[in-house]
């Protein structure tokens, strides 16, 4: 148990916390919409010695196309999750509370990685569920990383307030950023959650000229419109088309039961993409 770096106390025992747009208010003794972090006493807590996942899987799993290509990558994730789609798949470690059953502390999560560099590992992806819930243990276990000189990944859906972001950027080398659609109206309506916040984040990973890949899962009815795709590809263009994009095509999973994504729908969101940017991958196909 750590104590949470972002948070605001309040009357009566209640916190708010600082580290997603969220900004859940907590009472004592409840959880935040991610269930990672909880009010006890009138602080905020995380946990900070267990893990829900860990493996080594190749970078391009992440997927990271353009960046460390051939290497492997210790990946490590926690439970829960500041969304909560429900077309998740890997809904079994990001909607519930207390999965982490693999103890380990930031220190032995190096002290792995530094030892697979023998057989391909350049450093610890932050991925599995999201890994803005875990960001002291994933903040701590960076820098310790960066010290044996192993590189750090953050796959994330981009969900987290300015100040935690840039106190991290400095530590992570490579972001995939989930984009779930792409109008505010559409992230309001699926997600109840700003659009402006994932733009504001790309734009600070690109400011920091920090390497990222975006990806993005076609879902019918949410972000199968090709002229909202174009919008977001032009914006994005405009702050670099050199940006690997990632189409993929989703399945049904955990609550959404919809037919697969049609292959045509989803060719034409990637020829929109490729209008605009120069590096466009389809997957899931
Ligand atoms: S990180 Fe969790 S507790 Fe904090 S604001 Fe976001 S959803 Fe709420």
Redesign the pocket.
């Known amino acids: 148990m750590k104590k949470a770096d972002y948070f605001e106390k309040k009357e009566n025992y209640k916190v708010i916390?600082k580290?997603?747009p969220?900004?859940?208010m907590?009472v004592e003794g409840a959880r935040?919409?991610?269930m990672?972090?909880y009010n006890s006493g009138g602080d905020l807590y995380t946990e900070n010695d267990a893990l829900s996942a860990l493996g080594l899987d190749p970078i391009e799993k992440k997927p990271l196309f353009h960046y460390q290509e051939g290497k492997q990558i210790l990946s490590i994730g926690a439970s829960g999750c500041?969304f909560s789609c429900n077309f998740c798949q890997n809904y079994h470690i990001s909607q519930q509370a207390n999965v982490n059953h693999i103890k380990k502390t930031p220190e032995e999560v190096v002290e792995e990685a530094v030892i697979l560099k023998k057989i391909g590992n350049a450093g610890i992806a932050y991925t599995y569920s999201e890994p803005?819930?875990m960001y002291e243990y994933m903040k701590e276990t960076a820098i310790l990383a960066k010290k044996e000189n192993l590189i750090n990944v953050m796959v994330s859906n981009g969900y987290i307030e300015e100040a935690p972001l840039k106190a991290i950027l400095p530590y992570i080398d490579a972001f995939n950023i989930d984009v779930k659609a792409f109008t505010e109206a559409a992230y309001q309506k699926h997600f109840r959650a700003g659009f402006q916040h994932i733009q504001r984040t790309l734009e600070l990973i690109i400011e920091k000229k920090k390497h990222l890949e975006i990806s993005c899962l076609i879902v019918p009815g949410i972000n199968d419109d090709v002229s909202e795709a174009q919008a977001f590809f032009s914006w994005l263009a405009g702050k670099d088309r050199t940006i690997p994009v990632h189409i993929n095509r989703y399945y049904p999973a955990y609550k959404a039961t919809m037919p697969a994504t049609d292959v045509e729908v989803l060719k034409a969101i990637a020829d929109a993409a490729m209008d605009k940017m120069q590096f466009v991958y389809m997957g899931n196909i």
């Open positions: 916390c580290l997603c969220r900004h859940c907590i935040g919409v991610c990672s972090r500041n803005v819930i």
